[in-house]
């Protein structure tokens, strides 16, 4: 079993130690969360302050046009657009994952007249499943079949429209075969939505070489946008071209928002799919996010992330009750390990009570995000460790570790 030293030593050789500094991480915690709620960059603060108190505060509304608010959602597209692999024109930041997700869905079956199916994951985040509900039941006709990613294959007949699937499992942290899946999704006709929210900025996404034809995300998992930060939308320029329409149509996707028009005619590109004011403050905060991003070598993110999870899985399978849930090929993992053990809520409260925070999700999966830029070796080693003696102490049967709060 490796030790602490070995840790230590892997943690002095390693290429991205620097980038710890850039985040503001509490005394005292192993955070282990990063892929629900990313941790503050150092440098959001001054950053909001400043939108806050000049921007706003003292320019008014002057800043549309002087601080560039107005073209905020396209600047921070073209800066996500690289860690996604999309052109800079085909990415736009706005709104959330679930409102994104309706744009692009109605969009998409709007492109494919005459197929009625949407097959989504039948474990797959929720609320992408509750929009694909939302979006059939106003599109007369079309159905949502929740399916098995891996006998996706065996339901692609020519009924289905459009194919939506995370790119990693929010649960198990299965990462699919983003290439391959597009591939035959669009051999059988129809069109392929790739939600990236458990993978942007957790490994190197290649929306383009895989020919994607929409794709959603959010900013504050891996991306350290903060809570609730705006999300954002991939369309393939080739749909960019012809026109798609979506539904939301509001004002700041109209070709000419200032004329206040009646009708709507909306802009040509990716900025068809904006719909109102962009958060500004929110925009900030990621603004200030990407800068650490534009820094990071996405080759040596992943390398690390593999390191981190092969690292936490090896000290942590044969412990009492542990079953690893994610996969063991790198090919087929993402950048969080998935354990499951019969009590795995009070072993998670116990753990977050020691200072290791990860977190649950039902039935029985205890989640653990590894964050290439501010975890280390050391701190993989510290939260194997906690976890072992929780277990092995059997703390975690104390009863204030069952009460559950409204987010696990
Ligand atoms: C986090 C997450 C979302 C979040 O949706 P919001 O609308 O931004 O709250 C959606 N889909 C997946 C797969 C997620 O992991």
């Known amino acids: 079993m490796i030790t602490r030293e070995e840790c230590a030593a892997l943690d002095a050789a390693d290429p991205l130690a620097a980038f710890r500094g850039e985040f503001t991480l509490p005394p005292g915690v192993v955070y282990l969360d990063g892929n629900s709620l990313g941790v503050l960059p150092a440098r959001t603060p001054a950053r909001v302050r400043q939108v806050v108190e000049e921007e706003w505060g003292r320019e008014l509304i002057r800043s549309w046009n002087d601080a560039g608010w107005f073209e905020q959602p396209y600047r921070l597209g073209r800066r996500?657009?690289?860690?996604?692999?999309?052109?800079?024109?085909?990415?736009?930041?706005?709104?959330?994952?679930?409102?994104?997700?309706f744009k692009v869905l109605t969009a998409a079956l709007r492109l494919r007249p005459g197929r009625r199916t949407v097959l989504g994951d039948g474990a797959a985040f929720p609320t992408d499943l509750y929009i694909a509900e939302g979006v059939t039941?106003?599109?007369?006709?079309?159905?949502?079949?929740?399916?098995?990613?891996?006998?996706?294959?065996?339901?692609?007949?020519?009924?289905?429209?459009?194919?939506?699937?995370?790119?990693?499992d929010y649960r198990t942290g299965e990462l699919l075969d983003m290439p391959g899946i597009t591939a035959r999704v669009q051999a059988a006709g129809a069109l392929m939505i790739w939600d990236v929210c458990h993978s942007?900025?957790?490994?190197?996404?290649?929306?383009?070489?895989?020919?994607?034809?929409?794709?959603?995300?959010?900013t504050y998992k891996y991306l350290n946008g903060g809570p609730g930060s705006p999300a954002f939308l991939f369309v393939a320029g080739r749909h960019?071209?012809?026109?798609?329409?979506?539904?939301?149509?509001?004002?700041?996707g109209h070709a000419r928002p200032f004329a206040f028009?009646?009708?709507?005619?909306?802009?040509?590109?990716?900025?068809?799919?904006?719909?109102?004011?962009?958060?500004?403050?929110?925009?900030?905060?990621?603004?200030?996010?990407?800068?650490v991003w534009e820094q990071a070598d996405p080759a040596a993110v992943r390398t690390k992330s593999l390191a981190l999870t092969d690292l936490f899985v090896s000290l942590v399978e044969g412990l009492d009750g542990i079953e690893v849930a994610t996969p063991r090929e790198h090919a087929r993992r993402g950048s969080q390990v998935a354990l499951r053990h019969?009590?795995?809520?009070?072993?998670?409260?116990a753990l977050i009570a020691r200072g290791v925070i990860g977190?649950?999700?039902?039935?029985?999966?205890?989640?653990?995000?590894?964050?290439?830029?501010?975890?280390?070796?050391?701190?993989?080693?510290?939260?194997?460790?906690?976890?072992?003696?929780?277990?092995?102490?059997?703390?975690?049967?104390?009863?204030?570790?069952?009460?559950?709060?409204?987010?696990?």
């Open 240 to 252: 960019l071209a012809a026109g798609p329409e979506q539904p939301l149509s509001g004002w700041f």
């Open 200 to 218: 942007v900025g957790a490994l190197p996404v290649e929306l383009g070489a895989s020919g994607a034809d929409f794709a959603v995300g959010c």
């Open 359 to 408: 977190d649950f999700r039902a039935p029985d999966l205890m989640r653990f995000g590894f964050t290439p830029l501010y975890l280390s070796h050391t701190d993989v080693w510290d939260a194997a460790q906690q976890l072992a003696e929780v277990l092995e102490s059997g703390e975690w049967k104390d009863e204030r570790f069952a009460r559950r709060g409204e987010v696990t």
């Open 137 to 168: 039941g106003l599109v007369p006709g079309t159905r949502s079949v929740l399916v098995d990613p891996a006998a996706l294959d065996s339901h692609l007949d020519g009924d289905v429209a459009v194919v939506v699937l995370s790119h990693v």
């Open 342 to 349: 019969a009590d795995g809520y009070p072993v998670v409260q």
């Open 261 to 291: 028009e009646p009708g709507y005619d909306p802009k040509e590109g990716i900025g068809r799919f904006l719909t109102s004011s962009p958060s500004l403050l929110g925009q900030a905060a990621l603004e200030a996010s990407l800068d």
């Open 80 to 101: 996500i657009a690289p860690l996604i692999g999309a052109a800079p024109e085909e990415v736009v930041v706005c709104d959330t994952t679930s409102v994104n997700l």
